[in-house]
């Protein structure tokens, strides 16, 4: 199976004649910004690859920074996921961040977060990898 690089050293495309297509998108740390704001990074820079491309703002979690879930997002994700929702109470922030990093970071680990997209017909295979610090120096 061919690699075709993205643009970044940890996301790729691997593929056979184009027939199966295989995205990799690793990642090794999951951020908090903000109350109900979540962010995915690899060797300290936030990916920007779909299908985690980076948000710029954020109305409903009142953030703009750069990002990759908001409040909206965790709305959606906790009707698959519930481990993943998100904090309307007035949880502690840094618990309320720590609980989803966990459960992102299992569903990760455990393949729960793959998906097959449909890109112009063609389907994609999207597998996120969790790199732990140690095998990514």
Do not use: C
Not at 43 to 55: E, M, S, T
Not at 71 to 85: G, T, V
Not at 89 to 115: M, V
């Amino acid at each position: 199976m061919k690699k075709e690089y993205l643009g970044t050293v940890d996301s790729f495309i691997r593929s056979d004649n184009m027939t199966n297509v295989e995205m990799i998108i690793e990642i090794d740390k999951i951020t908090s910004g903000k109350n109900n704001v979540i962010s995915f990074e690899r060797k300290g820079k936030q990916i920007d690859q779909a299908p985690l491309k980076l948000k710029p703002y954020s109305e409903s979690s009142d953030y703009h920074y750069n990002h990759h879930f908001d409040k909206n997002d965790l709305e959606q994700l906790s009707e698959i996921y519930p481990s993943i929702y998100p904090n309307y109470s007035q949880k502690n922030i840094n618990s309320w961040a720590n609980e989803i990093k966990k459960a992102l970071r299992h569903l990760i680990e455990t393949g729960q977060l793959d998906k097959i997209y449909d890109y112009h017909g063609q389907e994609v295979s999207v597998k996120y990898i969790w790199v732990n610090e140690l095998e990514s120096s």
